[in-house]
């Protein structure tokens, strides 16, 4: 169960038909009762990794330009002219990062639609809606020294709503990118590297609250764990590189009819009580 979990966030946590969504109904369909939260969050984790190893020029410079940043703040001898990109960067990813302050206020009760396999079946349904119009926007012009700060805010405010279960985070991000004007492969690109501190702060905040009420990582799940870790992040590596390809031609939309048979399909399983341990499927 932990390898075909792995391998679906992998997947899905790229591919613009949510990862969340997908193990919550995989989690519903294979019989177990509670999502497994802490999984979820390290499987995420694990995909954050293949993103700082498929991206990893970028950051590193971001990282580095960071610093380079904070100490320009307070020279007595500022630098004149346009930053360099990945500083500008860092400023857009930061930026973009802001509206997720205010999920955090609500933090439990989006957490607890997850547990809704007919809510997460609608928000697939709802993301299908949303790939359908991205494949049909012009292909923009901006990245990374001209996008505003309004750009990426605005970017910043879809991926907020992207954490409800079944919305996807990078449908949702890239739709609302292009929608803003962006390069398509800026759009997946700034996508991608605005998620590294939005899923480090959460895999933090879960991991705290886990440890807080049972003490430590529950008894003898750290293999399991691992294996699905390893599975998602070695999967979601390759996907990051089918989604550039598919972006840049435009082909979001076959994706859209995916997240619609989908969706229409938990809804009918659920509605029939269909369980893989209940013996009906």
């Known amino acids: 169960m932990s390898a075909i979990l792995g391998f679906v966030q992998g997947v899905a946590e790229f591919l613009p ?14 019989g177990l009762a509670e999502p497994d939260n802490l999984f979820n969050v ?10 700082c190893i498929y991206y990893f020029q970028d950051v590193v ?3 580095v330009e960071f610093f380079r940043g904070i100490a320009a703040l307070f020279s007595r001898h500022p630098s004149h002219g346009n930053p360099p990109e990945a500083r500008r960067l860092v400023l857009l990813v930061i930026v973009g990062t802001l509206p997720l302050f205010a999920v955090l206020l609500i933090k439990n009760k989006v957490e607890a639609l997850g547990s809704n396999p007919y ?3 609608c928000a697939l349904l709802v993301t299908g809606c ?5 494949d049909r926007m012009a292909g923009g012009r901006k990245n990374a020294r001209n996008a505003t700060l309004k750009d990426v805010l605005l970017v910043g405010v879809a991926q907020g709503f992207a954490t409800i ?6 449908g949702c991000t890239i739709s609302a990118g292009m929608a803003r004007g962006f390069d398509r492969k800026f759009a997946v690109r700034y996508s991608f590297l605005m998620s590294l501190p939005a899923v480090l702060g959460a895999t933090i905040l ?4 886990v440890l807080e009420m049972e003490g430590g990582l529950p008894e003898g799940r ?24 598919l972006a840049s031609k435009g082909k979001f939309g076959a994706f859209a009819y995916y997240c619609w048979g989908a969706g229409l399909l938990s809804l009918v399983l659920c509605a029939m009580g269909w369980t893989l341990t209940s013996g009906t499927i």
Do not use: W
């Open 206 to 209: 879960e991991v705290k609250d």
């Open 222 to 245: 750290l293999p399991i764990y691992l294996m699905g870790m390893v599975i998602a992040g070695v999967v979601g590596y390759f996907s990051i590189g089918l989604v550039n390809l």
């Open 42 to 51: 390290l499987l995420h984790f694990a995909t954050l990794l293949a993103v």
């Open 61 to 63: 410079e971001m990282i």
């Open 119 to 121: 809510f997460v079946s």
């Open 17 to 30: 038909i949510s990862s969340s969504g997908h193990l919550t109904l995989f989690q519903h369909f294979f």
């Open 130 to 134: 949303i790939l359908f119009c991205s």
């Open 165 to 170: 279960p079944g919305l996807s985070r990078s």
